[in-house]
């Protein structure tokens, strides 16, 4: 799982980051279908990560999301690799 706080990688499972100590949900909620807010970081995502999201789209709004910080392409899908 990933920390939504300094999103590292964490065990599953985990109730407080490792990293940042920050309490982390460990059951999944509901797909949050909160749609992106213009003047985030959001609007920065790459072009590479639209193509990307499209073959994920229940991951969309994530891939999208890490792209706009600075993941990599090879990051998200080892990442996605992982959610399997
Ligand atoms: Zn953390």
Redesign the pocket.
Request: glycine residues 4%; hydrophobic residues 40%; aromatic residues 12%.
């Given at each position: 799982m990933i920390?939504p706080?300094?999103k590292?990688w964490?065990p599953d499972g985990s109730v407080f980051?490792m990293?940042?100590?920050?309490r982390v949900e460990e059951e999944p909620r509901k797909p949050q279908e909160t749609p992106p807010q213009v003047g985030s970081a959001f609007v920065s995502a790459p072009d590479w990560a639209e193509r990307f999201a499209a073959d994920f789209p229940q991951h969309r709004w994530m891939i999208l999301r890490l792209a706009a910080q600075g993941w990599s392409e090879q990051m998200l899908r080892s990442w996605l690799e992982k959610l399997k």
């Amino acid at each position: 799982m990933i920390c939504p706080e300094c999103k590292r990688w964490i065990p599953d499972g985990s109730v407080f980051c490792m990293f940042c100590g920050a309490r982390v949900e460990e059951e999944p909620r509901k797909p949050q279908e909160t749609p992106p807010q213009v003047g985030s970081a959001f609007v920065s995502a790459p072009d590479w990560a639209e193509r990307f999201a499209a073959d994920f789209p229940q991951h969309r709004w994530m891939i999208l999301r890490l792209a706009a910080q600075g993941w990599s392409e090879q990051m998200l899908r080892s990442w996605l690799e992982k959610l399997k």
